[in-house]
Structures are given as C-alpha cells and as structure tokens.
C-alpha cells in the first residue's frame, strides 16, 4: 500500500529540502511519489493504480502519496500547480514529474525508462 507522508516524514525518507540545496534521494529503492487531492476526480482515476503498483512492485520501488490540500508547503516546494503530478525519482539521479492522469502503461514505460525495471 502506498505510504502517506507528512512534511517530517517527507525531509526522512526523500529529501531534506530545509537544509540542502542539491537535490540528494534519501531512499536505497527508487520511489514514485503521487501528489493527489482528495476532491480531484483524475485523482481518483490514477489512485487505484498506485496502489496495484505499490503491490506488483513492492521491494523494487517505493510508492507514497502527498495530499497536496493537507501538505500545502511540500506542494509549494515541488511547484504543484495541477494534480495528479507525479514524481518519479531514480536512485542517484534527478527526479522526473508528470503531470495529468496517466495510465498503467504510462506508468510501467516509465519504470522501464527512469528506473530501469522491467517486468
């Protein structure tokens, strides 16, 4: 199941934006983070997705969700101006975003491209 984070838990897991500059991924696994708000109805269309995600690929990659309506300062921080985005992060590289409701496949193209899973 995906995993929620908070400001706190956002700066332990990912990235500590309050005291770095460059960008440097906490994680060991590449991670998928889904900024959502529970009133968008794209949301609601790519939720069950990330969550059958966070299940096929548990151990490969780390799935969380930001509710960008309760975590307004980690929106800001991303410059969320639509959701869904999604922020794709590999490990020991630069974060990608997507922007819009996407598909499955979308999602499992850029698993392959970003990430370099394949299944």
């Known amino acids: 199941m995906a995993e929620h984070l908070?400001?706190?838990?956002?700066?332990?897991?990912?990235?500590d934006y309050t005291t770095e500059k460059e960008?440097?991924?906490?994680?060991?696994?590449?991670a998928i983070i889904d900024f959502y708000a529970d009133c968008c109805q794209p949301c609601k269309m790519v939720a069950p997705i990330i969550e059958e995600l966070s299940e096929e690929y548990k151990g490969l990659v780390d799935v969380y969700?930001?509710?960008t309506e309760d975590q307004q300062e980690l929106a800001g921080v991303f410059g969320i101006r639509?959701?869904?985005?999604?922020?794709?992060?590999?490990?020991?590289?630069?974060?990608q975003m997507a922007?819009?409701?996407?598909?499955k496949e979308g999602f499992l193209n850029a698993f392959e491209d970003i990430f370099g899973i394949k299944k």
């Open 99 to 103: 922007a819009g409701a996407i598909p």
């Open 23 to 30: 960008w440097n991924y906490k994680g060991e696994r590449p």
């Open 82 to 95: 639509s959701i869904p985005s999604l922020l794709f992060i590999p490990v020991g590289a630069q974060p």
């Open 65 to 67: 969700k930001i509710d």
């Open 6 to 15: 908070t400001k706190e838990t956002f700066i332990e897991k990912i990235f």
